[in-house]
Nanobody, 125 residues
């Protein structure tokens, strides 16, 4: 099994920055897993934010391109999401996801097998 634990959420003003972290653990986890960040705004459906796979190949939702950066530290088994120039519409619960398949880009949520519990991000105007 694989366990994912997110941290780093909080409240920030519009234009500010936050960095989310997701630590992976469990005997089944490998650094070759495809990883991703998703979010679920209040009253809305979950949406993909960014994805990354082995080799550092990353992809982003149009709404966050140029503002968010996904990265990973394989030695620490940790996935990051650096969020800059944040907007009130970035307010959501953010989730880390992982899958053993090698996705070349961000996939729909149903394609990821493992999920964290989420961390809340609130951006005020």
């Amino acid at each position: 099994q694989v366990q994912l634990a997110e941290s780093g959420g909080g409240s920030v003003q519009s234009g500010g920055s936050l960095r989310l972290s997701c630590v992976a653990s469990g005997y089944a986890y490998s650094n070759s897993y495809s990883m991703a960040w998703f979010r679920q705004p209040p009253g809305k459906e979950r949406e993909g934010v960014a994805g990354i796979r082995v080799g550092g190949i990353d992809s982003y939702a149009d709404s966050v391109k140029g503002r968010f950066t996904i990265s990973q530290d394989n030695a620490k088994k940790t996935l990051y999401l650096q969020m800059n120039s944040m907007k009130p519409e970035d307010t959501a619960k953010y989730y880390c996801a992982a899958d053993p398949r090698l996705w070349s880009r961000l996939r729909p949520g149903n394609d990821y097998n493992y999920w964290g519990q989420g961390t809340q991000v609130t951006v005020s105007s």
